[in-house]
């Protein structure tokens, strides 16, 4: 059995459904609502009690932290004592390439490398879904907006990395690594627009914010630290978050989809 937590978002969702086509018995964990057909409980890694009851018997645990518990504090050793005390053999943290280049703290990564347990981390560049922030705006006015519109960033697609965490949480051999994922090749914001326009068969037009504007919107749903964070790898990333990495055509044996991929199967959202 392998438990899933943030199981209904941009990463979740499709490993859980991954995993189940896969023939593997999941526990969907998360805030709210489940999902179909799959078992679910009810936690938050902000209150690490929660989560005990999802563990019993699980083989793997896939946790994933949000923005606002990453802005909270708190101690990300007791979710780790959580399931070490749940006799979880293995654990795949979602962490972030930020990590790797020194722009986010490595406190929650510390805590899982020194669990005790069989662990892997994924670590992920801009995430393709990041795109769904346009959705209102260009299926009301055909518009999107954001800032350093000709900054480019090897954006990974959020099923690739679902489907690297589906290989690390089923297969022997990654214990102990870090993976980083990223895309095929780097993609500006203004060429993300584009190709969500060429899914809808539309015009889209696209609007440069200054940071002070993107600043402005971001806090809406982020804390302060990290938005100063994601603006500092938007605008200046270094030459190690502008490049292509590997590891998603290593796990995958597949090359890496590109974002023209993503908006193609999400092109719903912004019609």
């Known amino acids: 059995m392998i438990v899933v937590t943030g199981a209904t978002g941009n990463v979740g969702r499709p490993l859980v459904e991954s995993l189940v086509a896969a023939g593997e018995e999941v526990v969907a964990v998360s805030r709210g609502t489940g999902l179909d057909g799959v078992r679910h ?4 890694l902000g209150s690490p009690s929660s989560l005990a009851p999802a563990l019993a018997g699980a083989s793997a645990v896939f946790l994933l932290t949000s923005a606002d518990y990453l802005g909270s504090g708190s101690a990300f050793d007791e979710v780790v004592d959580v399931v070490r005390a749940a006799g979880v053999p293995r654990v795949v943290l979602l962490s972030s390439q930020g990590v790797a280049t020194g722009r986010h703290p490595d406190g929650i990564e510390q805590a ?7 662990w892997t981390i994924l670590q992920p560049g801009a995430f393709s ?3 769904f922030q346009w ?23 959020t099923s690739d990395i679902a489907d690297a965490a589906a290989v690390v949480l089923r297969e022997d051999g990654h214990a102990g690594r870090s993976y980083v994922l990223t895309g095929p090749a780097p993609i500006t914001p203004r060429d993300q627009v584009a190709a969500i326009a060429e899914a809808l ?8 914010l200054s940071r002070v504007e993107a600043k402005a919107q971001m806090l809406n749903f982020m804390p302060e630290p990290v938005v100063e964070t994601t603006l500092n790898v938007l605008g200046t990333p270094t030459p190690l978050e502008q490049a292509v990495n590997p590891d998603v055509e290593s796990l995958l044996g597949r090359p ?11 092109v719903v959202a912004f019609k």
């Not at 409980?41 to 938050?44: E, I, L, P, Q, S």
């Open 41 to 44: 409980h009810r936690a938050d």
């Open 201 to 208: 068969g539309e015009p889209i037009d696209f609007v440069e």
């Open 256 to 266: 890496a989809r590109p974002f023209a991929d993503w908006a193609r199967r999400n």
């Open 135 to 157: 959705a209102q705006s260009i299926s009301g006015a055909r518009t999107a907006s954001a800032p350093f519109g000709d900054v480019a960033l090897p954006v990974v697609h």
């Open 129 to 131: 879904s990041n795109a």
């Open 112 to 118: 899982v490398r020194a669990s005790g347990l069989e």
